[in-house]
């Protein structure tokens, strides 16, 4: 495989609400570019499905699970392409995908324009700093608007937008694009648009086509300082002059230039490649940051250069028929096969490459050397998501990715006693693959908990288990995640004394808990204000411990307490009674002491839940909304169909998919995500405490 210099390189992710057409549009890439000979539709009849999408249960329900990376060229240009799921029950695989890339597509429809889902990708992308184009897709469908979408992506996500395109046409005659920056009419010929024909801007859209152009010009530079000087001069800039100051503008984050077309209707996608090249920025372009363990975690920039020492990052992870798939962007210097590299983030532990291959979704091309701005697969090297990896001679760690909290459990087990060895391992492969699925025993039921995201993304793991490993799971009732809070400050003064024969236990701890501020990212902070060693140094992380224990279980339902700060300012210990585990048991007792008169609540998830319907079921939907205890943001109508947005506590949101068919004749849909934690509404807490301590009196008789 030829190698590409860096500026010839892009690393582009492809995100996007659920239904965007985001997988449609990456098998476009992938056929104009001649990856693939022959379109297969994400549903398609002949079974087939599309490329990107590898896995059987994402053919059949029509949806990304896991996002697929591949590679192709265009335009002399090689990219690294990552399709990622829409659903927000898979959010971690764009949160990782948008770690290792330089550059993304957000993808949005022309109907339905900025959806809930938009709003955590475009939050994810500003996380990571990624520069980004919008494209505008579906702009066959009745209804499709690109100035309304444009206008939302200003009004709602804050975008500062240059429009590039007019489109030629619209809903069922869109036929093709005017580009502002060439000034032509582009129109997609052949059965499947890759013939593309360039023609002048029709008579009638002349005029308005100079004024967009005009717009454009204007728009970039009040950002652009070279721009700038031509504007205020009136001279008219080249298309060179035009297209580098977006460039510039973009990658700066400046501006988001705005795209169009349908990929399903093969128009638009060639172009939306040219801008890739042209617009998002090289490996080289950006800036990546690595901590040197060696220095006290000192910021060391990274270069995009083959000759500097190796760094990599280990961003997923597939158990394949070989064994474990390690994804890797290669940040700085260069990798071959046979090569020593060493994991940082496991104690230096030193590993051979044996196999390195680059993806074509589910296909592997062997390659011999991968180097800086590259992104790969190993084979053969045990690692965790989030990993770094160097040459032996730096130690090295890149920041790992943000993991969102999991806010619904389900208690499993084998069907089969003969299917537990399966059982477990389909657990740990699923783990170490996915952060946001995460498994534990429940030591009082004996019974395994699994933890996620959402219903469907258990449901799905559930089936994979099923499929993968054979194993079929009776699945308890779903869970919520609630939390336990306190709302007021309260102190504490706590001796653990315990004579037994021999030496005893001591130990004193005083001090206050309060809450933290709910902006806090932790939930957790344990603060040591010990003045002339009323408690002696050693015995400091006891506390510290025992507090941290306290927390894990409150007393009120038995779930974690969150949002604590935890104080220690006096205490005493005793010359020979004195031990960690006296200290340890001081504090623990002394948080529940505490807590008791802290005035204790109860906090559930809250879910942003958006929901479109025809206009003639509005009342039916939003009563339901009421119903269940949700609060209606918004609500907007297009088209004859209404999209809310309303806060809903997760609690309320089982069965919603059936009661909203129902409702709705089938024709409303609905999508949610994680909001925030909410306070318990008295009556349902006070309901909640009195099962639980009937529960435990049950258990304890």
């Not at 892009?10 to 965007?20: E, M």
């Not at 093709?176 to 059965?191: N, P, Q, S």
């Amino acid at each position: 495989m030829a190698s590409f210099a860096i500026d010839k390189v892009r690393n582009i992710g492809i995100s996007a609400h659920i239904d965007s057409g985001k997988t449609t549009l990456s098998e476009r890439i992938l056929f104009y570019t001649g990856k693939i000979h022959k379109i297969e539709e994400v549903r398609g009849k002949s079974g087939v499905g599309a490329k990107m999408d590898s896995m059987d249960l994402e053919r059949e329900k029509g949806i990304t699970i896991q996002s697929a990376a591949t590679y192709c060229i265009w335009d002399g240009y090689n990219i690294n392409l990552i399709d990622t799921p829409g659903h927000v029950d898979f959010t971690i695989e764009v949160e990782r995908a948008l770690r290792v890339l330089d550059g993304a597509v957000l993808v949005l429809c022309g109907t339905s324009g900025v959806q809930s889902q938009s709003y955590t990708v475009d939050r994810q992308m500003r996380r990571y700093n990624v520069p980004r184009l919008a494209f505008i897709n579906k702009l066959d469908r009745a209804g499709a608007d690109p100035a309304r979408v444009t206008g939302q992506l200003k009004d709602k996500l804050r975008h500062n937008t240059i429009t590039m395109q007019l489109p030629i046409g619209a809903e069922a005659n869109f036929e093709g694009i005017i580009d502002l920056v060439t000034m032509k009419a582009v129109y997609f010929d052949g059965d499947s648009g890759e013939d593309i024909r360039e023609e002048p801007i029709p008579a009638d859209r002349a005029e308005e086509a100079k004024a967009a152009r005009h717009a454009l010009i204007a728009a970039v530079a009040d950002h652009d300082d070279e721009l700038a000087e031509l504007f205020l001069a009136e001279t008219e800039p080249t298309e060179d002059q035009i297209h580098a100051a977006v460039r510039r503008a973009t990658i700066s984050l400046k501006m988001t230039p705005v795209f169009i077309g349908s990929a399903y209707k093969n128009k638009g996608v060639q172009l939306l490649l040219n801008a890739v090249n042209r617009y998002l920025p090289n490996p080289a372009e950006v800036k990546n940051i690595a901590l040197d363990q060696n220095k006290n975690e000192e910021k060391v920039v990274l270069e995009s250069n083959p000759k500097k020492p190796f760094v990599g990052l280990a961003f997923k992870l597939e158990d394949g028929k070989y064994g474990q798939l390690t994804y890797m962007r290669v940040y700085q210097g260069s990798l071959a096969k046979g090569d020593f590299i060493v994991n940082n983030s496991l104690g230096r532990k030193r590993v051979k490459v044996p196999r390195l291959v680059r993806m074509h979704s589910n296909e592997m091309n062997d390659i011999d050397t991968a180097s800086a701005g590259d992104i790969v697969a190993l084979f053969g090297v045990e690692c965790a998501s989030g990993d770094t990896f160097t040459t032996e001679d730096i130690n090295y760690t890149m920041t790992s990715m943000h993991v969102p909290d999991s806010v619904i459990s389900l208690a499993v087990t084998p069907k089969d006693k003969t299917s537990t060895q399966n059982f477990s391992k389909a657990l740990n492969r699923f783990t170490k693959e996915d952060p946001t699925f995460r498994v534990h025993r429940d030591e009082e039921s004996a019974q395994t908990i699994i933890r996620g995201m959402g219903e469907l993304h258990l449901e799905i793991y559930i089936e994979r288990m099923k499929r993968e490993y054979g194993t079929e799971v009776i699945a308890g009732k779903p869970q919520v995640a609630y939390r336990e809070a306190m709302n007021q400050r309260s102190e504490f003064s706590y001796t653990h004394k315990k004579q037994t024969g021999g030496s005893g236990q001591y130990g004193k701890v005083a001090g206050y808990i309060e809450p933290l501020p709910a902006d806090h990212e932790t939930g957790f902070e344990f603060v040591d204000e010990i003045v002339g060693g009323s408690i002696p140094r050693e015995f400091i992380p006891a506390c510290e411990k025992g507090f941290r224990e306290a927390v894990k279980k409150g007393p009120l339902i038995g779930f974690p307490i969150v949002g604590v700060r935890c104080v220690i300012n006096d205490g005493q210990s005793h010359p020979v009674d004195s031990s960690e585990i006296a200290f340890r048991t001081a504090a623990l007792m002394g948080f529940r002491e505490a807590y008791e008169k802290a005035k204790p609540t109860i906090l559930e998830p809250i879910m942003r839940v958006e929901v479109q319907f025809p206009e003639e079921f509005q009342g039916a939907v939003l009563g339901q909304i009421n119903q269940r205890r949700g609060t209606i943001l918004s609500t907007e109508k297009l088209e004859g169909f209404v999209q809310a947005m309303a806060d809903v506590p997760l609690n309320d949101m089982f069965g919603y998919s059936t009661d909203i068919r129902s409702a709705t004749q089938g024709k409303g849909e609905f999508t949610m995500e994680f909001s925030k934690y909410a306070e318990v509404p008295k009556q349902q807490r006070d309901a909640m405490v009195a099962e639980f301590k009937a529960k435990r009196e049950k258990e304890n008789k």
